[in-house]
């Protein structure tokens, strides 16, 4: 960090960056992000925050003179950055042609996105070759006015740059400019300690409570097959003892005593760099007589932010070989909150097959009378949405 | 929609970086630009106690060419692809590629080498690269390694890094004279994560086709040798080889069921063929 700089408190980072041409020197936590420091720190309120996951490019300002989410710029990259934000383009031609064109063709209504409009906007009055609409719709597409309906947006920057090439002003092309991301050219270290890792709080896990009784119509179903040596009667047999089921699935505990119509427990799964911990109940049904079994699950991710319900149908079937089984799984489930924010159905179905390996290989090996591998630290990975409506169900099919 | 709280340091080279990820107590993240990173922090889907910054490291952010291969730091950034400031042993597909990733904001920011190692699916690079026949460069305490892009992609949001490695550069081989190149992407809502991408190298000349299919539910599906799609036989007249039952029936065989992704998947194969064919000058997206 800069020589001068008194030591920062605790948990917090020190930096130095010019914003709006002036040079300022700021404390802050290492997970706030530009935004936050923007606002909170140096009390410039005209980067607006929308979405905060780079979606809505609301927070969009100008990093080395180019435009960044300040959303995803977290703190620490911002060290020796120049930052120019809807404030510092007062002066600026370009943003006053352009916030006159906007007032002319009403590009504005409550005005939330529009900071961050004229900012991706004044981008593309300065590279674009002409006024083509169709590269200018493309050029705001990823900021988000749900007031406009964008025509006036468009308009007011279609004209603004109809004008400057009419006026003999020549678009940029791309000034020379340093590899890497904006906002990090400068590659200062900087750190921010660690804390003790004791101090980090322990996480709540509400178990859900919910109602698995009454009608789910989910919103996303796939179906799933597994294939086991082991003849159907066994497979179905050890599917209905729900200790041995939860010791073959990776990462899953129970908690009490399972009844056989009712199981609590949770499952640890990671998936990329996501680890999180669900809990939650599910209920079970079984048809001796048909084989099959229908397990209704509810849960929460730690902290309760995440929320699902799910519901697995299974049908235990002879395989193709003679003595084997195939187990055909009809899986729905709904989930919200961050996860389903982030997830995207077609990547539950990925980890769907790769959860149902291991889990068959482990249901195998303790028909065959191997003890299951210790449960809880198998580095299986688990995907997203999927995680919790099929956490539930499993364990509790399990 | 804050992160949970973490430490934040910015090692200023390789060797502190590689030590301090093989050292640190707790779980440990890289950033770089922080496109795919930032959202799941501010969603607190990944709370780690420590990020690493790997933008303060000089050798990842350069780009060279190295025996008619193109070599690509891990921090260099799609906009540096895009306006053209590394150099390009492609025809131009690299800055194709890069100027239809999200958005403007997004690639002034976001990094090749980090959308690479988050390995979303959808995500461009994956399929371009693997389609490119590009090989990763991995570093960690114990020396280097490289390996091919579709040996790196084990799953999705899965890469074959070890504990304590890295991902530090990319290097993509020069498309030889006469070869064909086709990508095409189909998103509902441009600058969104892909529902179908496609990416097709071809040497006519020499009867070869490397077909990729991604934005499926897994890493994406690399046909190495694709003339099965070309009928058995790819010559200069392989657009009007192109053989979608082939296309669909090898789909199918992956394990994907549903007709109408497959129909969106293989149309958008068809695509990247005929653009093979006609190649386009433009850097705009695709109309949907």
């Known amino acids: 960090m800069s020589a001068g700089l008194a030591e920062p408190a605790a948990g917090r980072i020190a930096l130095s960056l010019t914003v709006n041409g002036r040079f300022r020197r700021i404390e802050a936590e290492p997970r706030s992000h530009l935004g936050d420091v923007l606002r909170e720190h140096l009390d410039l309120t005209g980067t607006h ?95 988000l006015c749900r007031c406009t309906g964008y025509a006036g947006i468009v308009r007011a920057v279609m004209s603004v740059i ?3 090439r009419a006026g003999g002003i020549a678009p940029e092309a791309g000034a020379a400019r340093a590899l890497g991301p904006v906002g990090a050219r400068i590659g200062e270290a900087v750190a921010a300690p660690l804390r003790p890792l004791a101090e980090r709080p322990a996480s709540l896990a509400p178990a859900m409570s919910q109602d698995l009784a009454g009608a789910f119509e989910p919103a996303h179903r796939f179906t799933q097959a597994i294939d086991f040596v082991h003849p159907p009667d066994a497979v179905f047999a050890l599917l209905g003892d729900i200790k041995a089921v939860a010791a073959c699935l990776p990462g899953a505990v129970l908690t009490g005593k399972p009844a056989p119509d009712m199981a609590e427990g949770g499952l640890q799964v990671r998936i990329g760099p996501i680890a999180a911990t669900f809990r939650g109940r599910a209920r079970i049904e079984r048809d ?78 303790c028909l065959s009378g191997i003890a299951p591998p210790a449960s809880g630290l198998n580095p299986l990975r688990l995907l997203l949405g999927l995680v919790r409506a099929r956490i539930a169900a499993w364990l509790g099919r399990s | ?95 194709r590629v890069a100027a239809a990733i999200a958005y403007r904001p997004v690639r002034n920011r976001g990094t090749i080498g980090g959308s690479l190692v988050h390995a979303d699916p ?15 460069e991995i570093a960690g305490r114990n020396g280097r390694r490289t390996m091919p892009v579709e040996r790196f992609v084990t799953g999705a949001l899965d890469v074959a890094l070890s504990p304590g490695e890295m991902l530090v550069a990319i290097r993509i081989p020069a498309m030889p004279e006469g070869a064909a190149w086709g990508y095409v992407k189909h998103c509902a809502k441009i600058g ?43 010559g200069p007249d392989f657009a009007t080889c192109f053989d979608a039952r082939t296309a669909d029936s090898v789909l199918a065989a992956s394990g994907m069921t549903d007709p109408v ?26 109309a949907a």
């Open chain 1, 49 to 143: 925050l929308g979405c905060e996951h780079g979606v809505c490019g609301a927070c969009t300002v100008l990093l080395d003179g180019e435009p960044a989410r300040a959303c995803l710029t977290f703190a620490g990259a911002c060290a020796g950055a120049s930052v120019t934000t809807i404030e510092g383009l007062d002066d600026d031609p370009v943003a006053a042609e352009l916030r006159a064109a906007f007032n002319r063709e009403h590009a504005l209504q409550c005005g939330y996105c529009t900071p961050g409009m004229l900012v991706a906007a004044r981008d593309l009055v300065l590279r674009l070759p002409d006024a083509d609409e169709r590269r200018i719709r493309i050029g705001l597409s990823g900021n």
């Open chain 1, 162 to 164: 109809a004008a400057r």
């Open chain 1, 288 to 365: 001796e007589a048909a084989l099959s079994g229908r397990v209704r699950g509810a849960g929460s991710d730690a902290g309760g932010r995440s929320a699902t319900e799910g519901e697995i149908r299974y049908r235990v079937a002879p395989g193709e070989a003679p003595g084997t089984a195939r187990v055909t799984l009809d899986v729905g489930y709904t989930l919200t909150g961050p996860l389903a924010q982030f997830g995207r159905p077609g990547l539950v179905r990925d980890l769907a097959g790769r959860i149902a390996a291991d889990f068959a290989r482990n249901l195998d090996a």
């Open chain 2, 1 to 95: 929609m804050k992160p949970a709280p973490f430490a934040w340091e910015r090692p200023a080279d390789l060797a502190a970086l590689v030590e301090r990820l093989a050292t640190a107590p707790g779980s440990v993240k890289l950033i770089a630009g922080g496109q795919s990173l930032g959202p799941m922090l501010n969603l607190r889907l990944v709370e780690p106690d420590l990020v690493l910054d790997i933008t303060g490291i000089a050798e990842l952010r350069q780009a060279r060419v190295e025996d008619n291969v193109l070599v690509l730091g891990a921090c260099v950034t799609h906009a540096d692809i895009e306006d053209g400031r590394v150099p390009d042993l492609t025809g131009g597909a690299l800055q």
């Open chain 2, 122 to 136: 959808a995500a461009d690079w994956l399929s371009a690269l693997t389609a490119l026949g590009a090989e990763v």
């Open chain 2, 192 to 234: 969104e994560f892909a529902h179908a991408i496609a990416a097709v190298r071809l040497e006519p000349e020499a009867g070869r086709c490397r077909a990729v299919i991604g934005a499926v539910e897994g890493p994406p599906l690399l046909l190495a040798d694709a003339s099965p799609l070309f009928g058995g036989r790819i």
């Open chain 2, 261 to 286: 992704d497959r129909h969106i998947h293989v149309t958008v194969l068809a695509r990247a063929v005929a653009q093979a064919a006609r190649p386009v000058r433009s850097l705009l997206p695709e």
